[in-house]
């Protein structure tokens, strides 16, 4: 038999015993008790010392030990609960009172049933009233020692040792448990628990706990931290939301109340997430409120620290583990395969067990045979990706399990999985673009390319620089990096945006204004503050076109429009100062942007309207040209004279364009790209942008075919 099943017997025997007392003294309330040293009721104040050496309390005696219920305060407890336990008492409780239609426990019965009766009981400020034990049912003039009395359902099954959530917490709170796969937690937030705990027990001497505010923008690792704190305490976490407070004060009384009796009762602490520190429950008070008056042991999680909380408390910084700690715990995922048998031994070799054979190619196509190569892979991982333990952990066996499906390189699954993983949230704030693009395809002068070249090359070794190398630690601004591409439209932007991405196996994402600018004020700022924290994550480059729109120049103040779009524009070159990731902005007015950018920016690169040679290059990698050896696709071509297409001024957008409306005519009219057809499209195209058009410059002849070429192609077919 288990404690558990000795204690629960034990508390069925001594209630049992408590109701059989209770029974009789309701049949002959001047009977003498058989307990001779107490003629008259049966609760005595609890005794731990006496307890200890002979039996465990009873739930009623725990009951009263927790909330504080005198003697005769449980035996009125006891006599309510009774009414559930015993169909007898209704009875009994009318023949007591010697009335037939008092069928139910009242506090004038128990004052005359009880020995050491107290006028007070019945208080509110009372245990039996202010833990909400009873419900007093008084009708009209009726005297309240009359009235009717009738125990707490779950008060009533707690006696009986059933001990569970009331149902009206349970409606609101869930379970917060930690997730099975990663739960343990990175060095630099067990500092972080530690000190939750050190406060707590430095407060224990006040009465009240502290509530530990944790502050920080990444939701899973507060929450990660409140659990292995609630369980080094032995108490389970819930979790509610701010918004779920009740917002009228009656309800929100009644719950304030039923908390803290939970908390009593049960091991219990309680994260209230308050991660939008504006919502409506905190505008009506609400949660300062409850955390005025519930008390217990309660986690405060916010993405900034929320000054005036009603109640002591302290803050703590809680952030995802740092690049150092995600590096060991990529290490340790890559390096777990190689610890399986048949995986990979010191010398980077497969050790054969079993079918050795399949499991040398099996550890060759995971891509991460040796130290040398898990560490390099990691070190990448880390370095683009911006994630807690938790999800590593998940990302590295779903990674596993496609690498042996499908015999490809893990790290290489790694990488797609975590490309993965970071797109839902950004996909719902921003346009994600799929980059195509190659340096093959951009044509630009040798410094911009150079310049371009440099920036994916500090991106994809910002990790080596700012951790391994040490950088980080003079630094007090962000890691991330900012550029500017400044030119006209078409001259590349965005594709060499798209080139830097597919160069790095980045997404990237094109930020809609409409979805980030708000006329309300502070919802900009809000919708640019959820498109960042999505973004932190990493993998993903921020390509904020016509930039200017966003990023103007502050303006002096005239009045509050003029104050608010200053501070949105301040709260700008906050976050991307701080961003971790790379962003881009775009623009075609340099000169529109606010110069307190130009600073915080890394790179300024200038996209030149192109000249002739480079028009003639962007003509000839327009037009595809068939390649047998990777089998492309290309339109079929007359022979074109780049050096008079060139001549057109035009920048690389524009040609583009016309190449892909005579690609267009080309198709409708059955034949191939000819000269004649893109002079046309040059000529659309230039008369859209308002361009002075000279006609003499789009006469094409098509050149004349001798005589021999001419019956060649006229010449009837032969008949059969």
């Known amino acids: 038999m288990t404690a558990s099943d000795s204690w629960q017997e034990n508390n069925t025997r001594r209630l049992g015993g408590a109701l059989a007392e209770l029974r009789r003294r309701l049949e002959d309330p001047g009977r003498p008790s058989e307990q001779g040293a107490r003629p008259k009721g049966f609760a005595a104040a609890p005794s731990r010392e006496l307890n200890r050496s002979e039996e465990p309390l009873s739930a009623l005696e725990l009951l009263g030990d927790r909330l504080g219920l005198s003697p005769f305060e449980q035996n009125v407890l006891l006599l309510c609960a009774a009414m559930e336990l015993d169909t007898r008492m209704p009875g009994l409780c009318a023949r007591a009172q010697d009335d037939p239609q008092k069928n139910f426990p009242t506090f004038g019965l128990a004052l005359a049933l009880f020995d050491e009766p107290s006028w007070d009981a019945l208080s509110p400020e009372r245990p039996l009233r202010f833990w909400r034990l009873i419900e007093i049912s008084q009708v009209g003039a009726q005297p309240l020692t009359a009235s009717a009395l009738r125990a707490d359902e779950r008060i009533v099954n707690y006696v009986k040792g059933l001990n569970y959530l009331d149902e009206r917490l349970a409606s609101l709170l869930a379970p917060l448990d930690a997730p099975a796969a990663g739960a343990q937690l990175a060095p630099s937030q067990e500092s972080v628990a530690r000190i939750i705990l050190r406060r707590w027990q430095q407060s224990a001497g006040a009465g009240v706990l502290p509530v530990a505010q944790l502050v920080g923008a990444d939701v899973q690792s507060k929450q990660l931290v409140a659990h292995h704190a609630a369980a080094a305490l032995n108490r389970r976490l819930y979790w509610l939301p701010v918004e779920s407070l009740p917002a009228h004060r009656a309800d929100l009384e009644l719950f304030v109340r039923l908390w803290q009796r939970e908390s009593r009762l049960l091991p219990m602490a309680l994260y209230l997430d308050a991660e939008e520190s504006n919502g409506p429950a905190e505008r009506s008070g609400a ?27 302290f803050a703590l910084d809680v952030t995802k583990p740092t690049a150092a700690e995600q590096k060991a715990a990529w290490v340790a995922a890559l390096g777990d395969f190689e610890s399986e048998p048949g995986g990979a031994d010191d010398s980077g070799q497969a050790k054969p067990s079993g079918p050795g054979l399949e499991r040398r190619a099996e550890s060759a196509a995971l891509g991460c045979v040796g130290n040398l190569n898990c560490h390099a892979a990691a070190a990448r991982l880390a370095g683009q990706f911006n994630l807690n333990l938790a999800r590593i952990h998940e990302l590295s066996r779903q990674a596993k399990l ?70 980080e630690r003079k630094m007090n601004r962000g890691f991330g990096i900012s550029a500017l591409f400044a030119g006209d439209s078409g001259t590349g932007k965005t594709m060499a945006a798209e080139v830097i991405a597919n160069e790095l196996r980045l997404n990237l994402y094109r930020i809609d204004l409409s979805a980030v600018v708000n006329k309300y004020i502070g919802e900009t700022e809000k919708n640019l503050r959820r498109l960042f924290d999505a973004a932190e994550g990493g993998g993903v480059i921020l390509f904020f076109d016509e930039a200017d729109a966003l990023f103007g120049k502050r303006s002096e103040v005239k009045d509050s429009h003029d104050r608010y779009a200053n501070v949105e524009i301040n709260y700008l070159l906050q976050r991307v100062e701080s961003y971790r990731g790379l962003a881009i902005l775009a623009t075609n007015t340099k000169s529109a942007l606010d110069t307190a950018f130009l600073r915080r920016l890394r790179f300024v690169v200038n996209f030149p309207y192109p000249g002739s040679a480079d028009r003639r290059r962007l003509w000839e990698k327009v037009f595809m040209q068939a390649d047998a050896k990777d089998n492309l696709a290309a339109p079929p071509l007359e022979k074109l004279d780049y050096d008079r297409l060139a001549k057109l001024n035009l920048a690389g957008g524009h040609i583009h364009n016309a190449a892909l409306n005579a690609a267009f005519r080309a198709a409708a009219e059955g034949a191939s790209v000819t000269m004649r057809l893109v002079l046309d499209a040059v000529r659309t195209e230039l008369l859209k942008l308002d361009r002075p058009v000279n006609e003499a410059d789009f006469r094409w002849n098509e050149p004349k075919l001798d005589a021999s070429s001419a019956v060649e192609r006229f010449e009837e077919p032969a008949l059969a």
């Open 287 to 313: 949660l300062g409120h409850f955390l005025s008056r519930g008390g217990g042991v309660v986690f405060l999680g916010a993405r900034e620290m929320l000054g005036q909380v009603g109640c002591p408390h």
């Open 402 to 471: 496609e690498a042996r499906s499908s015999g490809s390189s893990l790290a290489e699954n790694l990488w797609e999985a975590c490309r993965a993983s970071e797109r839902p949230r950004l996909d719902a704030l921003a346009q994600r673009l799929e980059p195509k693009m190659t340096w093959d395809d951009l044509v630009l002068p040798a410094h911009e390319m150079n310049q371009l070249r440099q920036l994916a090359a500090q991106v994809a070794h910002r990790n080596q620089v700012y951790c391994e190398w040490g950088f």
